[in-house]
């Protein structure tokens, strides 16, 4: 699925729900494809989002979708936050650029080498265990085509996190000249969910025949 909906106020290692006040929103997955070391800490950058493309849940976002909301989060004087995995109690750098142009939603940031957060997520971008970016925002105004996809022309963007699986087909980050195709991995690990529930029904024959999520 390439969206889901999502308490932000969830803070999923403590278990605490600090929803109180704040907005469900919904997340999108994407990408970031430069990584590099600066003065105090690690610059990544790259598209959080793309204009035209159709993503899993069937959601396309139109050019322009973010405009009122930088302009208002601008004149506000805040900030897009940079989160660890949708978690708002646990900020782990900033995004200095965030900015809208032709292909879509560009960010640019810095996660902090001082936050220990910050530090973990540096490592496992190194190691190639992070792989995306995920959007915390709410829909403000949508329509839907002939072909049951939801046109998404405004959103409200609240935060930008590193997280762990990003769902879309094409993400995919670059670091230190590599890239890593996520799609393809999330492709393996689903097949080989397929073979081994094949192999469950075939050792067991009452698999066959509904039990466990078959289509039977």
Not at 4 to 27: M, Q, T
Not at 107 to 123: M, N, P
């Amino acid at each position: 699925m390439g969206y889901d909906v999502g308490n932000f106020g969830f803070a999923p290692e403590s278990g605490k729900d600090l929803s109180v006040g704040l907005p469900v929103l919904e997340r999108k997955f994407m990408a970031f494809q430069e990584v590099a070391k600066v003065d105090g800490g690690t610059e990544i950058s790259g598209y959080a989002s793309l204009f035209g493309t159709v993503d899993q849940g069937g959601d396309v976002v139109e050019p322009g979708a973010y405009g009122v909301s930088l302009k208002a989060v601008a004149s506000a004087g805040r900030s897009i936050k940079m989160l660890w995995q949708h978690d708002p109690t646990l900020p782990i750098g900033v995004w200095d650029e965030v900015r809208e142009d032709g292909k879509g939603l560009f960010v640019k940031g810095r996660i902090l080498d001082s936050v220990e957060k910050g530090r973990e997520a540096a490592a496992l971008i190194a190691a190639g265990a992070i792989d995306g970016l995920s959007i915390g925002y709410r829909t403000v105004k949508a329509t839907k085509n002939t072909k049951g996809q939801r046109l998404l022309s405004e959103l409200e963007l609240w935060e930008v996190s590193l997280v762990t699986f990003p769902m879309l087909p094409s993400a995919r980050v670059a670091g230190k000249g590599d890239e890593i195709a996520v799609g393809d991995m999330l492709r393996d690990m689903a097949a080989s969910f397929a073979g081994a529930r094949a192999e469950l029904a075939r050792q067991d024959p009452a698999l066959n025949r509904g039990k466990f999520g078959s289509d039977g």
